[in-house]
Structure formats: C-alpha cells, structure tokens
C-alpha cells in the first residue's frame, strides 16, 4: 500500500524528520503536564493576510491556486486572476462607502465567491464577519448588531430576506448584495473608477496586528460570541500547519497537491484552510454541501490529494460501504473487511513506530484480498488519489482511523477551536498515532490544568471576544487560554481529549462520566444518527439515540420494507434495537462498569440544525435536546 511504503521513505529523510523542537514539561511524579512546540515560521513584522493573492500573482502569476466548478469542470484560476479578481471587489467596497475598520458580514454556503469576498474584504482594509447560510433571523440580529457590520453579502433571496427581518429594526440596517445576482459582478463595475493604488494604500495601512475578522463561536449555550482575530492569528496557523504538513505530504504522494473545501466557511477551519492552501498555492475548489450522497459525485469528479474533513464524513463513507456490501449479500464479508483493516492497521502502525514486529504473512494476504473486494471501492469513493486526511470537531474513533489507514488513506487528527484561529494540535505527519489529537502546532504550548482543563499558548490564540471583555477574563489568564475541554497528555507530549469540563455527569454514585467519549463511538456506529448521554444524579448512565435517515432507509430496502414504513415502528424493532444495541456495546468498550450506558432509548424524531437541537458545526445542543426529550429521559429511569 503506497501511503505505508511512502511514509516510510519520507521517514528515511532527515530534513523532514524532527523538524520542529518540542519540549516537555513534566511533574514530580513524571507525569508530562506541558508541552512546547517551536515555531516552524517567524511571527510577520509587517504585512498582512490581505497580501496573499498578490505575492502569488507577483511570483507566480500563471500558477494554479484555485479551481471553480462550472457544471462538471473544474475551471482553472490562476495567481494573477485571482488577485486581479479580489482587487476590482475590493475596488467596488471602497466604492461602496467601506472604510478600513468596516465590518462586512458573509452570509453563504461554501463556494468562490466566498474566497473572493474574504480577500477583498481584507485588501480594502475591512473585517470579515462570517454568518452561516442557515442562522436564524434572530442568529443574524444578534451578529449584525453586535459586531456593527455596515455591509452584508448573502448568496440568496432567502437569505436577503433572513438579513433584511433580522435587522429591520437596526438604526442603519446594512448595505447587501446577493451572490445569486452576481454581487461580484456589481461591486466590480462599482469600483471601476477606483485607481489600483487605492488597494495597495489600504492594504499597505495593515498590520499584523489588525484585526482580520470576528468570528462567532456556534452557540451550544447562550449567544454566540465574537471572536477576535488578528491577521498574526491566522497566518500563525496557516503558516505553521503548512511548513509542518505539505513538505511531508508531498513527498507521500509525489502530486500536486490538491482539496476540496466543503467545511463551511463560517468555521474556523474552513477560513484557515482557504489562507494555507492559497499560501502554499495549493489547488483549492469549493463544493457547498457537506452531505455524503450530495458531495462523493463531486469528489470524484475533482479528486483531491486530501481532504479536511470532520469524522462525520468518514463514518458516512465507512456507512455507505457496509451499506453497498449488505445490498449485494456481503455485509457478513464487510464485517470481516472491517476486523482485518483494525487488526492489520493496529500491527503496522506499532512497527512503523517501532513498537512491535507488524502483521504476519496472514495479515498482509487478508489485507491484499479485502483490498480488491472493499478498500479500493472507498478510496473510489474519495476520488482515487486521496492518501491523507486530516480530521477535526471531534474525536474520531480509533478503529475507524485504522480502517482507512489499511484502506490506504492516513487520517490525522487535530483539535482546535475558534478562539485558537483553528488547529491548536496536530498529529505530525511522520508520527501517526490514532486515538490522539497530537502535539502541539508549531509555536503553541498545551497545560493540563489540575482539574484536567487543556490550556493553549500561542500565535494562534485570540484576543479577546468582542464586547464582552467579562467573557474574555473568564478564559484568558496571562498568555493562556482555558479551552473549556478535558484532556490529557501522553509520555510523548500527545493531546487525547476526553469530554467538555461544562458536560461532565456526576452519577448518584459519585462517579465523574465524561459524555463525549461514549458519544463518539456511538456516532461511529450504523445505525445511529446522533445521541446524547445522560445520567447527571441519577443512579446509572443511559442514552438518548436517533437513527440515521440513510441507515433505515437500507435497513428497510434489506428487509422488503415499505420505505414509507412509520419510524414509530423501526424504533420498536427487535432487529433495530439489536443492531443499536451492538453500537451501545463498541461504546461500552470505551469505559468502564460505572460508566458504560445501561440503557438507551429510541427517538423517532432527528437532532437536526433545523430543528434548534444542533449547531450549524454539527455539535449538539445539549440543553435544548434535555428539554425537548425531558419525559423520554425520565421513561430511562422508571421502572
């Protein structure tokens, strides 16, 4: 398998080996409760992110930095059209009335034009506010009016009219424009008297220090908060993922590199991706939907050399193929696929590390069978060039990380949020170590706190939330920012996160259960969709779970079910239950007695975005799904 082979190669090269210094800090007791990563790059002493896409246009003018669809083609963009393209947008802002400072918010799904709009924002000066296609009016309220934003862009009329409701009470409601009335289009022809070194002024006024944009975090409780970021922010994590990451991948693959983006670019991550790819010209498409059945026709179509994903596309993928195989009578065989690539994964990886002898001859011809049988149909899936990824949002589960890596698609895990301007940790590229989520990004610091709080330093931190310095004191102490999560590091200065500090359950019994990690097997498991675990003061731990749209839909068509069958009746199921209950028992595994789920109950309805029990990220609103399932939780503890 080429990804194992190469790995090994680049291993071979001392220039890409122990590339970037770490140091731990351990306790009396040996216990390592830091760690310290050296920046790969220099903290900038001018400039700004705004100078991207005309540094690329002045080195290499005809090099290909972005792809745009057009129906099935993936049309090329170079450097120097680019930069032309988000000087006359930027061109149409100034004209428009934008001083440097403005706000701007971006309400659109993932595509182009969003690209565009975040660089021409920056090049004339202003600051981006990014707004999910799918906020609530009260959402877009909050958002505008909190950050001040004097103009808007939406993709649609739908979201015109979110904005134009959302702020019909403001004193001076934003200045929009629509992406579906070529908004690009007007603002170009609005700035054409505006003379090219008018940009080159307003990008020449910024520094490194400038705020860049405003981020809102998702909002599990409460209001959304902005986050502050400056442009030193995001070029310390695109520029230090970059240094760290692609010298190694493309070594691995000897391709030009290559992503499709469909993260929404309201998130973090989606924004730094876009700036390091740009940075490292990096041949970047979009795609707005992150949906498995919606996105695969389009993976396949453009074929990345990676992805950035969160594990919910690789569970789906890893669905869909059990969910092929079950059709053609070979779910038993997938199974078995499935075992092999665990095992066989787990081996490699210890030999590879140098911490074991690696599979047996038996293994590998396993592994080679199943190859034909199963894995080349999921790197098909992908695209057929993909043979790295890397994976964020959440824990992915540890077998399903070794499923790809026999499958042939090394998947590294990072953790981050967007008071970190993304990734905090990764796992480096020359040391896989599933389970984990890394060392520390080059230039950060990660403390395990006494009650076990994960505490971040670095360029990569942000500065405060807008407006609410009283939130910001609650996180940031000195140079440190308490993350809110749980964690722990390893003897080698690896991260594994173990829940959320706000969301750990106190059973009658007085045992601390961290939910998140019981949650993140389960979701990794067909056929649930999402779940929630309970159990705080009571006298056992148990779980809400839905079932996942696509998984019943199988379930039925296997069985010669009617599709339109009640879903009161597919919770009921014996069969159902069974196979729920197989998910319940991988989760179990996890934990121990006191902590594993005892029971669990079958909801009919979906944890949805739509229906205010999810976040725009995906993450679960806990409060709101206590609340609307409130008799269900309370059926789990009668008799």
């Not at 979009?286 to 396949?300: G, N, T, V």
């Not at 001859?361 to 043979?387: C, F, H, N, T």
Request: proline share 6%; hydrophobic share 40%.
């Amino acid at each position: 398998m080429s990804v194992r082979r190469d790995l090994k190669r680049a291993r071979r090269r001392s220039d890409l080996v122990d590339r970037t210094g770490v140091e731990l800090i351990r306790d009396d007791a040996g216990t390592v409760r830091e760690v310290r990563s050296a920046p790969m790059t220099p903290r900038p002493s001018a400039g700004s992110t705004a100078d991207l896409p005309f540094t690329n246009a002045a080195e290499a003018p005809g090099a290909v930095v972005l792809r745009r669809q057009e129906g099935a083609t993936w049309r090329p963009v170079t450097a120097a059209a680019f930069a032309a393209e988000v000087a006359a947008i930027a061109k149409g802002l100034m004209a428009a009335g934008l001083e440097p400072g403005d706000r701007v918010a971006v309400m659109s799904r993932t595509r182009y034009e969003w690209t565009v709009l975040d660089f021409a924002i920056w090049a004339a000066g202003g600051q981006s506010v990014p707004v999910y296609a799918t906020s609530s009016a009260e959402q877009v309220d909050w958002i505008v009016r909190d950050s001040g934003a004097r103009f808007a862009v939406v993709e649609s009329a739908e979201n015109a009219h979110t904005v134009a409701t959302a702020t019909a009470s403001h004193p001076q409601p934003p200045q929009v424009w629509r992406l579906d009335e070529d908004a690009l289009g007007r603002l170009a022809v609005l700035g054409r008297g505006i003379p090219d070194e008018e940009v080159t002024k307003r990008r020449a006024a910024l520094a490194p220090d400038t705020v860049a944009t405003v981020c809102y975090t998702s909002g599990t409780t409460g209001r959304p908060k902005g986050c502050v970021l400056t442009h030193a922010n995001l070029h310390a994590e695109a520029a230090n993922t970059v240094e760290l990451l692609h010298p190694v991948f493309k070594e691995v693959t000897g391709q030009v590199a290559s992503t499709l983006l469909f993260l929404p670019l309201a998130h973090i991550l989606g924004r730094t991706l876009q700036i390091a790819c740009l940075m490292a010209r990096i041949e970047l498409g979009h795609f707005p939907s992150i949906r498995p059945d919606e996105l695969r026709p389009a993976l396949r179509e453009f074929r990345p050399t990676f992805l950035v994903a969160v594990p919910y596309l690789f569970e789906k993928i890893h669905d869909t193929g059990r969910a092929t195989a079950e059709r053609i009578g070979r779910g038993a065989s997938f199974d078995r696929a499935d075992r092999v690539a665990v095992s066989f994964g787990a081996a490699h990886l210890r030999k590879f590390l140098g911490g074991g002898k690696g599979p047996g001859p038996g293994s590998y011809a396993a592994r080679a069978l199943y190859d034909l049988l199963v894995y080349r149909r999921i790197r098909k899936e992908l695209g057929g060039r993909m043979q790295y990824a890397i994976s964020g949002g959440s824990p992915l589960d540890r077998d399903l990380s070794l499923f790809f890596y026999a499958a042939g698609i090394m998947v590294y895990e990072g953790y981050g949020l967007t008071e970190t301007s993304a990734a905090a940790t990764i796992v480096p590229p020359l040391g896989p170590r599933p389970g984990t989520v890394g060392l520390p990004v080059p230039g950060t610091a990660v403390r395990i706190a006494d009650d076990g709080e994960v505490l971040i330093k670095g360029g990569v931190v942000f500065g405060g939330y807008w407006n609410n310095p009283a939130a910001t004191d609650a996180v940031l102490s000195g140079d440190w920012f308490a993350t809110g999560d749980l964690g722990a590091l390893d003897q080698d200065g690896y991260l594994t996160i173990t829940g959320r500090k706000k969301d750990i359950l106190i059973t009658k019994g007085g045992k601390n259960v961290s939910p998140a990690v019981l949650e993140d097997r389960l979701r990794s498991r067909s056929p649930v969709g999402q779940c929630i675990v309970v159990g705080d003061n009571r006298s056992y731990v148990a779980a809400l779970i839905t079932l996942d749209p696509e998984a019943v839909a199988h379930w039925l068509a296997v069985r010669r079910l009617p599709a339109d069958t009640p879903r009161s009746e597919v919770v009921r199921d014996p069969q159902m239950r069974a196979k729920v209950q197989k998910a319940v028992d991988h989760a179990n595994q996890a934990v121990s007695r006191a902590e594993s789920i005892r029971r669990f109950a079958l909801v009919e309805g979906e944890f949805t975005e739509e229906n205010g029990l999810l976040t725009p990220s995906l993450k679960i609103k806990r409060q709101a799904v206590t609340k609307a399932y409130a008799r269900e939780i309370e059926e789990l503890y009668g008799d």
